[in-house]
Every structure is written in C-alpha cells, then in structure tokens.
C-alpha cells in the first residue's frame, strides 16, 4: 500500500509518520497508483515503492484536473478524492510512504 499524510508544505518529511504525529489521509494500492499514473492524473515520475510529496498547488492543480475532466466518477479517481479533499481541508500537502 502506498499510505499518504497530512504534511505542511514547509515541513521536513519525518522517517517515520506517525511518529511525527502526521494525520493519515487514507491509502492507495499499487493498481489504482498505476492506473492515475496511466490516466495522466498523478505524474509518470512518482514511483510507488518511493516516498514523494504532493504540495498544496499540486493538489490544486490535481483537482482541477480531475473536475475539467468530469473524471470524478471513475473507479480509480474516486479513491483518490478522499486523500486529496482531506489534504485540501486542512490547507496542507500530503507525503506518501510506500511499502
């Protein structure tokens, strides 16, 4: 699974996220990574095996996608919204730990 948290942009990516006390915001199997990656919804260079960050104007920029696009009811994107809502919520990015 590839488990995203809540992270401020400035902030130092921690180790180790719950020790750092990082909300989660939910996860992503390797299929649905794949399949965002392969829709042009999440970019080519994020690997899922490899922890990476998404600031706040990526997660903008994401979204916008997502509504110009009507892709909103598709099956991998639904499972995406959530993590990308909760981070957009709180006015914070969202760091992803894969394993």
Do not use: C, W
Request: glycine residues 8%; without cysteine; charged residues 25%.
């Amino acid at each position: 699974m590839l488990d995203f948290y809540i992270i401020k942009d400035g902030q130092v990516q921690p180790e180790d996220p719950e020790q750092a006390g990082l909300e989660s915001a939910g996860a992503l199997d390797d299929r649905t990574f794949n399949n965002l990656k392969n829709k042009g919804i999440l970019d080519k260079q994020y690997a899922f095996y490899s922890d990476f960050r998404l600031d706040t104007g990526s997660i903008q920029q994401i979204l916008q996608y997502i509504f110009r696009n009507h892709l909103q009811a598709d099956h991998d994107v639904i499972k995406l919204l959530p993590l990308l809502e909760t981070a957009e919520q709180n006015r914070n990015g969202l760091v992803s730990y894969g394993h």
